[in-house]
């Protein structure tokens, strides 16, 4: 199983990036799967997912409304679209797979994790 996390990078508040996860070793419909998040100094926290088996979605409150999952399965990779971004946003950013992902719920327990894509918002 690998997870491949991409499309990370400068930008200024109030900018927008695109984040790509490419899975090899299962399809996306296996596992629920999503992003983590960590800041320097700070314990990571959840940001986003989407669950296996109806694409229910959860969204971290920090980022609700302006963030948003999804998946293409053809692609077999996942995108998290990050608009508004401010400088609070910094972090590395990890996509994950196979933990729990329910309306209202991310768990932490992960499985499988990609390696991080750094976002940097500084103007």
């Known amino acids: 199983v690998q997870l491949q996390a991409s499309g990370g990078g400068l930008v200024q508040p109030g900018g927008s990036l695109r984040l790509s996860c490419a899975v090899s070793?299962?399809?996306?419909?296996?596992?629920?799967i999503g992003w983590f998040r960590q800041a320097p100094g700070k314990a990571r926290e959840r940001v986003s997912c989407?669950?296996?088996?109806?694409?229910?979605?959860y969204y971290g409150d920090s980022v609700k409304g302006r963030f948003t999952i999804s998946r293409d399965d053809a692609k077999n990779t996942l995108y998290l679209q990050l608009n508004s971004l401010e400088p609070e946003d910094t972090a590395v950013y990890y996509c994950?797979?196979?933990?729990?992902?329910?309306?209202?719920?991310?768990?932490?327990?992960?499985?499988?994790w990609g390696q991080g894509t750094q976002v940097t918002v500084s103007s």
């Open positions: 994950a797979a196979d933990f729990v992902c329910l309306l209202g719920i991310m768990g932490t327990q992960v499985d499988y």
């Open positions: 070793g299962f399809t996306l419909g296996d596992y629920a």
């Open positions: 989407i669950s296996s088996n109806d694409g229910t979605t």
